[in-house]
């Protein structure tokens, strides 16, 4: 991180606690509506506001806070909560940043803050992702209605008889897998299921994948398309999404290694140099692990071992601004699964000339 960096995101705590010290001098009922634990809580939501914040003035990417915004007024909806406090403090938060000495990043800020203010007195309706017109549309609200009630041998048989029905895994990765996971994600925002709800839904979803990967990913031999490394950065805890991409890969030949979350920064470096992949892919989903991404990438870039390795990144933030990969230092991005088979293979072809430039030239006696 650069020094500016650091200072972005080192005030957080500090301006957490005087925004909230004075939301609860000029607005005193909400000592009296949520008592001292409300404090503490409204403090931790101003920190949590201000790492989106932060996270999106050091990528220049307004959108990622504007997103950010939508989705905590829906979140704030299914909890009844009063949407005039979050605005507030959104405007408290402003008067702070007013005050900090002029330069790029304040002036960054403000625009971004103005931009989520605006936000917030817009609708926020998420509608559905399950919908009937879209491939295995029925199959998908049934699979999740079964997981929803707790039938996981009904959702495999849903599964069974949609393959021998001659749907494809892919189809099934992408319109049941991911659909179903999509929605878990809407109910538990809107609190329509619960936090256990989400869970055995995700932990069913994992075992199916297991199952399929069983009976026919497995049983097929990589033909060496490609060598695929892929790993969740920093703290990130969604894996699902990078287990699925990894899983099409090899249904796509590939030779795979999967690492999963909470990957050690410098184990991670040490499978990369030793399995040399022709392609890195790094997932985050959670917009306060970009600047972790991009550090992981800058960490990666400096050593020389790691010079042929294409990197492309995905999840959440980066379907949220499609051009924030280039801000991390990637390669490439997609937005899904199927899109980054393709996106891998775009990146090969453009780095095998590269490579065999460079093994020409090392033939010749020169330095690569
Ligand atoms: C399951 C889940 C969890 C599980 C994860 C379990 C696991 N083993 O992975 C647990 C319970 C741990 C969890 C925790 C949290 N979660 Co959660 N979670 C989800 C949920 C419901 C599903 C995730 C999933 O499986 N998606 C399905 C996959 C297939 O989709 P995907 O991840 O987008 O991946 C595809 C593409 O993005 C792309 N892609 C992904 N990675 C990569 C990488 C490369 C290189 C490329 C090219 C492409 C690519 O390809 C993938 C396949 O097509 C989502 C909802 C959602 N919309 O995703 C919420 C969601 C992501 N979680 C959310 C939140 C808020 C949290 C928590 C903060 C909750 C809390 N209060 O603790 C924590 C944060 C944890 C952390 N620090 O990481 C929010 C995020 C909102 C936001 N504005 O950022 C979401 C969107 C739910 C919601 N609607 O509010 N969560």
Aim: with cysteine; hydrophobic share 40%.
């Amino acid at each position: 991180m650069t020094k500016q960096e650091d200072a972005l995101f080192a005030g957080i705590e500090e301006l957490a606690l005087a925004v909230t010290e004075e939301q609860y001098r000029i607005q005193p009922d909400l000592m009296e509506r949520y008592g001292s634990p409300g404090f503490e809580k409204s403090r931790r939501d101003a920190v949590y506001t201000l790492h989106y914040l932060a996270e999106s003035v050091d990528m220049d990417s307004p959108s990622l806070f504007v997103h950010y915004i939508g989705w905590l007024k829906q979140l704030l909806a299914g909890y009844g909560l009063n949407e005039a406090d979050i605005r507030i403090k959104l405007e408290l938060i402003l008067d702070q940043v007013r005050m900090e000495p002029p330069g790029e990043d304040r002036d960054r800020a403000i625009r971004t803050l103005e931009m989520g203010i605006v936000r917030m007195s817009e609708p926020a309706e998420e509608p559905s992702y399950i919908r009937e017109d879209q491939p295995l549309g029925q199959a998908c609200r049934i699979y999740l209605d079964a997981l929803l009630g707790r039938d996981r041998a009904g959702a495999y048989a849903l599964i069974d008889s949609v393959m021998e029905q001659g749907a494809t895994l892919r189809e099934v990765y992408r319109y049941i897998f991911q659909t179903s996971q999509y929605e878990v994600g809407r109910l538990w925002q809107t609190r329509e299921i619960s936090v256990a709800d989400e869970h055995y839904c995700s932990a069913v979803t994992q075992s199916a994948m297991s199952r399929l990967y069983a009976d026919w990913i497995g049983q097929k031999k990589t033909d060496r398309s490609g060598v695929l490394v892929s790993a969740c950065v920093g703290g990130e805890m969604h894996e699902i999404g990078l287990r699925m991409l990894t899983d099409v890969f090899e249904m796509e030949g590939w030779e795979t290694h999967y690492l999963g979350s909470r990957m050690d920064e410098e184990q991670l470096l040490e499978t990369v140099a030793e399995k040399q992949p022709d392609i890195l892919a790094l997932s985050a989903t959670m917009t306060f692990h970009v600047h972790l991404m991009k550090k992981q990438i800058a960490r990666l870039r400096a050593d020389r071992r790691l010079s042929e390795v294409k990197i492309l990144v995905g999840g959440l933030p980066f379907n949220v601004d499609s051009t924030l990969w280039r801000r991390v230092g990637a390669d490439g991005y997609a937005p899904d699964a199927d899109r980054a088979v393709l996106e891998a293979g775009r990146l090969m072809r453009l780095s095998r000339p590269e490579r065999e430039r460079k093994t020409d030239r090392e033939a010749e006696g020169g330095h690569a």
